[in-house]
């Protein structure tokens, strides 16, 4: 089986995810892996598919060019992946809310990397007034050697310097 990255971006309209799958279908894909969401009005998709090995990249580009074929993607893309070590589970979440400016996904980014802190999914959105937008994030991450102490007392000076709130917690299990 080859393993494939698909990413497409399209402004959201009804189909796009039934026209991805059956040009997957079409290819005997399967999707292994997947984040599907709209941002600021276009339809973002990621996936982690597999095919058999008959079935290559060209294939799959065809086949998913031609299923996608009327929809105007903005992109779509397929990248072949090597087998790599298994991802890192997530043990807590991390949230951030103030008011919207740039710089604050990278001071926090940037803490959490020099703590040797990973990133497992991160998410943001305005929300609140038009005219006084809450900027909102949530990131899960893993702690790997850093202690939850540690790490809230190396964000406390970035959280002020960013002038947001800044909340870490375990993750909860979850079905998903």
Do not use: K, W
């Amino acid at each position: 089986m080859g393993t494939f990255a698909v990413s497409a971006v399209g402004t959201d309209r009804t189909g796009i995810v039934a026209a991805i799958t059956a040009g997957l279908l079409g290819v005997d894909g399967n999707v292994e892996d997947s984040r599907m969401t709209n941002l600021g009005g276009h339809f973002t998709v990621m996936l982690v598919v597999s095919v058999p090995d008959e079935q290559g990249r060209q294939q799959l580009e065809a086949a998913l060019a031609y299923s996608c074929e009327g929809l105007g993607l903005d992109a779509l893309s397929v990248s072949e992946l090597t087998p790599g070590a298994p991802g890192a589970a997530a043990d807590h979440v991390l949230t951030v809310y103030g008011s919207d400016h740039p710089g604050i996904v990278h001071a926090i980014s940037t803490e959490l990397a020099a703590a040797g802190v990973n990133i497992t999914d991160l998410q943001t959105r305005l929300a609140g007034a038009e005219d006084a937008p809450l900027y909102v994030m949530m990131i899960e991450v893993e702690l790997g050697e850093t202690t939850l102490p540690e790490v809230e007392e190396r964000l406390r000076p970035v959280a002020e310097q960013a002038a947001v709130d800044v909340g870490l917690r375990p993750l909860e299990a979850e079905a998903l």
